[in-house]
C-alpha cells in the first residue's frame, strides 16, 4: 500500500495540469472511446449514446478525421445502403490514451480528497458525540 501510495504522489507531483480542452467529458474524447469500442456505430447510435445532436455527431467526426485522430470508411448493409466504418487511427488511440491517463488521475486526486473529507467528517462526529456524552 505504501509503494503503490509513493507511486501515486509521484505522479501527482509530476503530471502536468490538466485543462478543459483536455478533458475527457469533451465530445471528441467521448466519441473516440464509442468509436474505438464499436466502430461501426451509426451517427445517430453515438448521438443517442452521448445525448448529442446528430449535426453535432457528424461534425465532430469530421473534425476528427481532419485531425488524423480517426479513419472513417464505407461498408455496404444489408438493406443495400451505404454505412459507415470508424477506426482510430495509431495517432487517435495515443490521443485517447494520453486523455484517459490524464482522467484517471484526476478522478484519482479527486477520490483522494474525498477520502480526507469524509475522514475528517468522521472525525468531527466522532468528536461531536464524545463531547455530547462526557
Request: aromatic share 6%; proline share 4%; charged share 25%.
Amino acid at each position: 500500500m505504501a509503494v503503490r501510495r509513493s507511486v501515486w504522489l509521484l505522479l501527482l507531483a509530476i503530471a502536468p495540469p490538466l485543462t478543459m480542452t483536455d478533458m475527457p467529458e469533451n465530445a471528441g474524447f467521448r466519441v473516440m472511446r464509442l468509436v474505438g469500442k464499436r466502430p461501426r456505430i451509426s451517427q445517430r447510435e453515438i448521438a443517442q449514446e452521448l445525448g448529442m445532436a446528430l449535426g453535432r455527431v457528424n461534425y465532430i467526426l469530421r473534425a476528427l478525421s481532419d485531425k488524423g485522430l480517426i479513419k472513417i470508411g464505407n461498408f455496404k448493409n444489408s438493406g443495400n445502403k451505404l454505412g459507415y466504418a470508424y477506426a482510430l487511427t495509431p495517432k487517435g488511440i495515443a490521443t485517447r490514451s494520453a486523455l484517459t491517463a490524464d482522467f484517471l488521475l484526476l478522478k484519482l486526486r479527486e477520490y483522494d480528497a474525498l477520502q480526507a473529507e469524509i475522514e475528517e467528517l468522521r472525525a468531527d462526529l466522532d468528536d461531536q458525540s464524545t463531547g455530547a456524552h462526557g
